[in-house]
Every structure is written in C-alpha cells, then in structure tokens.
C-alpha cells in the first residue's frame, strides 16, 4: 500500500510561492478575458478602470481592478433583478439558487450557480475535510438545516466525492441529533461553533458522555469563534475531539480556507483557487503579513458569477503557510477570522470587541451561554451588561460574576461590564451565526450618530 498523502492537492498545496504565484497570475488573466466577453457589466468595469487581461503581469497588477462592494451587488440586484448583471451564463443553465443568510440586515444577495460551480464548490471542501484527516472510512454528521442559506451543503457534497458515509441531519432536534450521532457511530460532526457547544450542553442533559463516543473530528464552519482559542478548546474537550476551523460565504458558495491536521491555530488558504488580500479598510492599501485588514476575495472558481476584489468585510492577520509545520506553502489567517471589519463597538469612549469578550467569557465552562448588552441609561449613558447563564447549583454564580467583570474591566480600560446572572435557557440559542451581542443604546457610538432602525 502507498503512503497516503496528507494533502489533497499534493502539488499545488506545496508548490513554491514564485510558482504558486505565477499560476495566480495565469488564472485572473483568464478570469478577466472571461468575464469581459461573457458580462457587460465586468466589460464595463474594466474598461472603465482601463484594465486588459495582457496588462496583468504579476500579483501587483491586481491592484489596477476597482474592489467591488457588497453595496455594488445588492444595488445591481436592485436595479436589475432578480440576480443583477453580473451572470455569466444564461438563467436556464443555472442549477441551484441560493441566498445570503442577511445577517447585517441588508437585503440578501442572490446567487446561481451550475453544474460546474458545485463541482468546484465541492472541491473546495475536499482540501478542508482531506487536510484535516477525514478519510473515506468516516461517517459524517450534518448539524445543518439544508435550506436556501449555502452552509455545509457543499461540505455535504464533498463527502460523498471522498467516499465517507453521510449523514444527514436537517429538520431535527438537537436531541435527535445527538441520539443520531451516537447511534450511528458518526465520527466526524459538521456544525457552527456555537451550536457544537449547544449539543454538547444537551448531552449533558441527556445523560450522555459525548467525550467518550465516537466522534474524531469537528469540522466548524459559519461564525468567527471555531479559532477563538479558549471557544476551541472548549469544544475540543466537551466532544473528546479534534476540531478545525473553516470559513466560506455564499457569495462564492464555498470555503476558501481550511485548517489543516497541524491545527495551526488559524486556516490556510486555498490559494491555487482564490487570491486573498488583507487591506486597510480605510485606505485600501494592502497591508504586510502580522497586520491586521480586511480581507478582499478574488475566486477563480465560479463558473456562474465571476468575482473581483470583492471586499468581504471580515477581518483577518494573514501569516505565512511556512509558520504551520504541515508543509503546505499556502497563506495562513492566523486566528482565522477576526469578526467584521465593523463589529467594534465604542462604550465611553473604549473600544470593545464581541471576539475579545467570548475570549474571555469561554475561559469559564461554567457559563452555558452568554450576551452583550449595551444599552443608554438615564437617556444619556452608555452601559455595557455581560448576561450569563450558569446552569450548574454547585458552581458560586455570585463568586464567578464578580472575577468575570473584573477580568473584563481589566482587558478594556477599566471599563464596567456589569455581569449578571440569567435564568437558564432565557438567552437564545443558535445554529447558524450566533447574534450575542444587543445593542440597545439610544444613540450609537457616542458621536451622535442615530442608530438605525
Ligand atoms: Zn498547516
């Protein structure tokens, strides 16, 4: 028998950065002819901005693409919709529609996509399950409502193109589900970080040692939290199991990154399919490895909508492939990623931000669940409030509330967190994108900006 590779991609996965590079480079001036002759509008953008596919040399040549805004697609929906003018193929030889989850409360984007798309789309997802160890012998859990978001259903795909058993679970219960992974001997779990935790907690409840069931692997996808350190290990030691990180939108479909079994605390890039750049949000200049920026996506991939510089909005610290041991030469997202370029939230004049709070918060595995409310007291001040549900009697709620807002005072300037204890199950419970933080205040950020309705 053949050493099995640790790499789907071994080739690609590996190769030098000049190479890697120059195959970037031949990809988006291909992108680029493509998208010219197949969608006036790109042709349009393009000649605007005086680009040609024969100008773009190197990577540097890039920066002479305009970014495209989520702000541009939606007014393109808008204007011409229902899908806006950036198809690349007739209507008819799309096979699925899907829908943005519309979590900054814009209207969602609508995507198509086709054959091709979801072979890609599936692809992509094998360079993350296979980097991670998951081998054809496992048998997959999909704690996922298959419904017009994209989540995991290219995950679910890409299980099946490696051979694993799936298994399906949409329309359930989160006691179902868990009956479901430990009666069918699941080994790996597909889920958001949030709501691994949440079934972790009902196992508990079920009397079930989830530690010591079948599971390996989490595969963790959808919000933030799957690199928040202390978030992971939590998960990693309520599942007895490891856990990897990925990140994807629906826009493109997919993910474009993925941990790898080395588990670098952060995501590689799959670079041969996409070219990720971090850049000041502000200037739009690029930033250098170790900075922090925003993360700007152009996807090679996509064979219904192609996508230039399409600024994400999410924040990352990108890191070079040489700094995790595993050998892969791709770009890493260290910490994966960060939250939303504009997630900060301004509290008298201190900046707080939601990922640095559950940082803390999940250092205590007390707490079930938690939320950040911020609200205006006496019309005038902004108060920030930590709620905490501590399910557990034996544990001094009372004791832990009180290191709980003196740690956070000290992580924010002194600021005052008041932390109280909730009932239990009183906060909300999630699946996909947890929503912990309210933000109640009369007026935002303390400039006088109104909050929008
Ligand atoms: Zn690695």
């Known amino acids: 028998m053949t050493t099995e590779s640790p790499y789907w991609n071994p080739r690609h996965e590996t190769m030098a950065r000049d190479k890697l590079e120059a195959l970037q480079v031949r990809k988006l001036r291909n992108l680029i002819e493509w998208a010219t002759a197949q969608v006036p509008y790109q042709a349009k953008r393009f000649s605007d901005a005086g680009v040609t596919a024969e100008q773009i040399n190197s990577l540097d040549d890039l920066k002479r693409i305009p970014f495209m805004t989520r702000d541009e697609w939606m007014q393109g929906q808008l204007d011409h919709p229902p899908y806006g003018p950036i198809l690349a193929a007739p209507e008819e030889s799309a096979i699925r529609y899907h829908l943005t989850s519309g979590t900054t409360g814009k209207t969602p984007i609508r995507v198509l996509d086709s054959m091709k798309d979801w072979e890609w789309i599936a692809e992509m997802w094998c360079y993350g399950f296979w980097g991670f160890g998951v081998r054809p012998s496992d048998r997959v859990f999909f704690a996922f409502s298959y419904g017009t978001f994209v989540g995991f259903w290219g995950a679910h795909y890409a299980c099946e ?28 779990v597909c889920s958001t970080p949030t709501y691994a935790l949440r079934m ?26 799957g690199s928040i350190p202390a978030t992971k290990k939590l998960i990693e030691e309520q599942w007895g199991a490891k856990a990897g990180d990925t990140a994807g939108m629906t826009e493109l479909g997919t993910i474009m990154m993925f941990e790898c079994d080395h588990q670098p605390g952060g995501a590689h890039i799959i670079e041969d399919h996409y070219i990720e750049e971090a850049i000041d ?168 900006e109104r909050k929008q309705a």
Do not use: W
């Open 161 to 188: 193109k490696l051979g694993c058993l799936v298994l399906p679970g949409g329309n359930m219960t989160t006691e179902a589900r868990v009956n479901q992974i430990m009666d069918m001997n699941a080994t790996v």
């Open 200 to 225: 972790a907690q009902e196992a508990r409840s079920m009397g079930i040692d989830l530690a010591n069931g079948p599971v390996e692997r989490l595969i963790l996808s959808g919000e933030p939290a």
């Open 281 to 448: 949000p502000e200037t739009g200049e690029s930033v250098a490895y170790g900075e922090p920026g925003e993360r700007v996506v152009t996807s090679f991939g996509r064979g219904f909508i192609p996508v230039f510089r399409y600024r994400t909005r999410d924040l990352v610290l990108k890191v070079p492939g040489s700094t995790c041991g595993c050998g892969r030469t791709f770009d890493i997202y260290e910490g994966g990623i960060r939250g939303r370029v504009d997630d900060m939230k301004l509290v008298r004049g201190t900046n707080v931000y939601p990922r640095a709070v559950e940082a803390i918060v999940r250092e205590h595995e007390a707490i079930d669940e938690f939320q950040i409310h911020l609200y205006t007291a006496d019309g005038i001040r902004d108060e920030i409030e930590l709620l905490v549900e501590v399910p557990d009697a034996n544990v001094d709620a009372g004791a832990l509330c009180a290191e709980l807002g003196k740690t956070l005072a000290e992580a924010h300037e002194g600021l005052r967190f008041h932390v109280k204890q909730v009932d239990n199950e009183s906060l909300p419970r999630f699946e996909l994108k947890a929503k912990r933080v309210l933000d109640e205040r009369e007026i935002v950020g303390g400039q006088g």
